[in-house]
């Protein structure tokens, strides 16, 4: 998990209470027709929500096969005769030929008689008799049209027989008539959610979520499930082409930093200038800068190479692996596979095998990727980039123990391995060996004080332990040294986690201003770091600053790499824009949020 993502998890109710007086966050709650009353109650109907195809159609035979069986009765209800509802014990409603005559009646009487029809069509919708139903609370509705409730009730039939267009309809009127009626807030949110429209359907689980004070879990999941389906058509439709975009420049060297650097064969160390060897031998100068530049520069001549032609196989096979990286890194999985495969073809290496492992587990391959982890173990058995990054595949898996022996192994083999000495620190921690993650980690900032990277990871686990302060010291000695460099990218992570302590121990404005000063500062620094523009949005989403919080989402989703990204930065996208329209909207519900924020605090 990233520290975004761990941030997000471990703050959000303070990020919704603090989002609460301008509008709605991520999470909502709704009923679904299931939870509306049982028959014969004040409000509406039974259950048709959970009502199946199958039943919808049942219930359209018994309806037909039972409604009004029986004769006129002379029983009256303020001088109409009336009819029972052809179940046991079923309710009586008066029978009108001419509305008109009703229509000269005083208010309360057209009221009692209204609310005959309502009992007469809970009735008969509890004992799925839809078409008696949807007539009975026509004619209530007939009879007396300021009742939200009939307009309620007559929706849920409309809900149990999926003509969702009319639950829309009568939902809308309802709440014309009652603008805080819950339930149909609810009922209207799934009859948009069933007819696509992603966007009224989260305004409307949103408000029902508002309403109930944000009391049940399930409106919160309701919210987040729309929302996430709203940011799946979204994406789908945004990125139907792959993005070429250059990741961040940290991004690229913490990639090539995990693997040992490489001794370039004879012919391109002793190349002549103007061969295609001599591009080779340009493009691993411009990958030892280590910035966006100088990596744009390596692809760029990498291609040159290969385009020219290189007569040795090995060096041809090396120019298409790292080809193939920079595709890999770059988003384009369809040319990596293609170059890496004909660079294994041409001359196998441990670094191809598992570079094109990590191909096959970001495609969700996981046996072809255990098979070149294999394969790359045969080749060289001493490899410590091999253990390296089998211990980093079973890390994803959270397989602590498999992960610890890998690094250990990678140790072993090559103890100057500074990454695999951190990460096993790392991955004791995870286990639960807090102590002697604390002494590996003292150890290594003893020995590499000029390391960043040392620094950044033990700030982040004492972060993790709460210890603020030993953390933010951390924290600045690695922001102090990533600034000091003088060619290479700038790692904007210590400075994106500095704020996350300061957020963490902070919560008043000035602690939160802060926080998002370091990460503009990030931001400005690396413009392609999804964790600088993630975080920032998430500071601006915090203290209100919503229409920026939007922007900066959908720049992260620019930047992300999978589909899994896009989507959640989307999510947040259009969490945040409900926010905006909940506050533009709706004054009700904002009221409501106001009143809640100041209960929170």
Same mark, same amino acid.
């Given at each position: 998990?990233s520290? /975004?993502?761990?941030f997000?998890?471990?703050?959000?109710?303070?990020?919704?209470?603090?989002?609460?007086?301008?509008?709605?966050?991520?999470?909502?709650?709704?009923?679904?027709?299931s939870?509306s009353?049982?028959?014969?109650?004040?409000?509406?109907?039974?259950?048709?929500?959970a009502k199946k195809?199958?039943?919808?159609?049942?219930?359209k035979s018994?309806?037909?096969?039972?409604k009004?069986?029986?004769?006129?009765?002379?029983?009256?209800?303020?001088g109409?005769?009336?009819e029972?509802?052809?179940?046991?014990?079923?309710?009586?409603y008066?029978?009108?030929?001419d509305?008109s005559?009703?229509?000269? /009646?005083?208010?309360?009487?057209?009221?009692?008689i209204?609310?005959?029809f309502?009992?007469?069509?809970?009735?008969?919708?509890n004992?799925? @008799?839809?078409?008696?139903?949807?007539?009975?609370?026509t004619?209530?509705?007939?009879?007396?049209?300021?009742?939200?409730?009939? *307009?309620?009730?007559?929706?849920?039939?409309?809900?149990?027989l999926?003509?969702?267009?009319s639950v829309v309809?009568?939902?809308?009127?309802a709440?014309?008539?009652?603008?805080d *009626?819950t339930?149909?807030?609810?009922?209207?949110?799934l009859?948009?959610?069933?007819l696509?429209? *992603?966007?009224?359907?989260?305004?409307?689980?949103?408000?029902a979520?508002?309403?109930?004070?944000?009391?049940d879990?399930?409106m919160?999941?309701?919210v987040?499930?729309?929302?996430?389906?709203?940011?799946?058509?979204i994406?789908?439709?945004?990125?139907?082409?792959?993005?070429?975009?250059w990741?961040?420049?940290?991004?690229v060297?913490?990639?090539l930093?995990?693997?040992h650097?490489?001794?370039?064969?004879a012919?391109?160390v002793?190349?002549?200038?103007g061969?295609?060897?001599?591009?080779?031998?340009?493009a691993?100068?411009?990958?030892?800068?280590?910035?966006?530049?100088?990596?744009?520069q390596a692809?760029a *001549?990498l291609?040159?190479?290969?385009?020219?032609?290189?007569?040795?196989p090995?060096?041809?096979? @090396?120019?298409?692996?790292?080809?193939?990286?920079f595709?890999?890194?770059?988003n384009?999985m369809?040319?990596?596979m293609?170059?890496?495969?004909?660079?294994i073809?041409?001359?196998?290496?441990?670094?191809?095998l598992?570079?094109r492992?990590s191909?096959?587990?970001?495609l969700?391959?996981?046996? /072809?990727?255990n098979?070149d982890f294999a394969?790359?173990?045969?080749?060289?058995?001493?490899?410590?980039?091999?253990?390296?990054?089998l211990?980093?595949?079973?890390?994803?898996?959270?397989d602590?123990d498999?992960?610890?022996?890998?690094?250990n192994?990678?140790?072993?083999?090559?103890?100057?391995f @500074?990454l695999?000495?951190?990460?096993?620190?790392?991955?004791?921690?995870?286990k639960?060996?807090?102590?002697?993650?604390?002494?590996?980690?003292?150890q290594?900032?003893?020995?590499?004080?000029?390391?960043?990277?040392?620094?950044?990871?033990?700030?982040?686990?004492l972060?993790?332990?709460?210890?603020?302060d030993?953390?933010s010291?951390?924290?600045?000695?690695?922001?102090r040294?990533?600034?000091?460099?003088?060619v290479?990218?700038?790692?904007?992570?210590?400075?994106?986690?500095k704020a996350l302590a300061?957020?963490?121990?902070?919560?008043?404005p000035?602690?939160?201003?802060s926080?998002?000063e370091?990460?503009?500062?990030?931001a400005?620094?690396d413009?392609?770091?999804?964790?600088?523009?993630g975080?920032l949005?998430?500071?601006?989403?915090?203290i209100?600053?919503?229409?920026?919080?939007?922007?900066?989402?959908?720049?992260?989703a620019?930047?992300a790499?999978?589909?899994?990204?896009q989507?959640?930065?989307i999510?947040?996208a259009?969490a945040?824009k409900?926010?905006?329209?909940?506050s533009r909207e709706?004054?009700?519900l904002?009221?409501r949020?106001?009143?809640a924020?100041?209960?929170?605090?």
């Open positions: 998990m520290n /975004l993502e761990t997000v998890q471990r703050h959000r109710n303070n990020l919704i209470a603090g989002a609460l007086a301008l509008g709605i966050t991520g999470g909502a709650l709704y009923y679904l027709y939870s009353s049982q028959a014969g109650g004040d409000s509406t109907p039974g259950s048709p929500g195809a199958k039943s919808k159609s049942k219930s018994k309806s037909k096969g039972k009004k069986t029986g004769s006129k009765s002379s029983v009256l209800s303020h109409f005769p009336t029972q509802v052809p179940v046991t014990d079923g309710p009586r008066p029978v009108i030929e509305m005559a009703v229509k000269q /009646l005083d208010e309360k009487t057209r009221k009692e209204a609310d005959e309502k009992l007469a069509g809970n009735a008969a919708f004992n799925k @008799l839809n078409d008696l139903a949807l007539e009975m609370y004619k209530a509705i007939e009879v007396y049209d300021s009742d939200a409730i009939y *307009y309620s009730n007559r929706s849920a039939v409309y809900g149990a999926e003509d969702f267009p309809k009568d939902t809308t009127r709440l014309d008539l009652r603008p *009626y339930k149909c807030f609810n009922r209207r949110g009859a948009y959610e069933r696509e429209d *992603y966007s009224e359907s989260v305004m409307d689980y949103t408000a979520c508002i309403l109930s004070n944000f009391e879990e399930n919160g999941r309701a987040d499930r729309v929302l996430r389906k709203q940011a799946e058509k994406v789908e439709e945004r990125y139907k082409t792959a993005k070429i975009e990741p961040s420049p940290s991004f060297s913490a990639y930093s995990s693997f650097k490489r001794d370039l064969p012919d391109v002793d190349a002549e200038e061969t295609p060897e001599y591009d080779v031998k340009l691993f100068d411009a990958i030892d800068k280590e910035n966006l530049d100088s990596y744009k692809f *001549y291609g040159q190479a290969l385009e020219k032609g290189l007569k040795n090995e060096v041809q096979a @090396l120019a298409l692996e790292f080809q193939a990286t595709k890999f890194l770059l384009d369809e040319g990596a293609l170059d890496i495969n004909n660079s073809e041409l001359n196998p290496t441990v670094q191809a598992i570079k492992s191909l096959h587990i970001e969700g391959q996981l046996e /072809l990727a098979a394969r790359a173990d045969q080749l060289d058995p001493n490899s410590a980039d091999t253990q390296y990054q211990a980093q595949f079973a890390f994803l898996q959270q602590w498999t992960a610890i022996e890998h690094y192994r990678s140790i072993k083999i090559d103890g100057d @500074l695999a000495h951190i990460q096993s620190a790392v991955t004791k921690y995870r639960g060996d807090v102590e002697v993650a604390k002494h590996k980690f003292e290594m900032v003893k020995k590499n004080a000029d390391n960043s990277n040392v620094h950044n990871y033990y700030g982040e686990i972060l993790d332990m709460k210890d603020i030993g953390a010291a951390q924290f600045d000695e690695a922001i040294l990533e600034l000091a460099k003088d290479a990218a700038i790692n904007v992570v210590p400075l994106i986690n300061i957020a963490s121990s902070s919560t008043g000035a602690g939160i201003n926080a998002i370091l990460c503009r500062k990030a400005a620094i413009p392609a770091s999804d964790v600088a523009i975080t949005a998430q500071f601006c989403l915090q209100g600053q919503n229409s920026e919080a939007i922007e900066l989402f959908e720049r992260n620019d930047l790499r999978t589909r899994a990204e989507i959640q930065a999510t947040f259009e945040s409900t926010q905006n329209r909940i709706r004054p009700i904002r009221e949020l106001e009143i924020s100041r209960y929170r605090q």
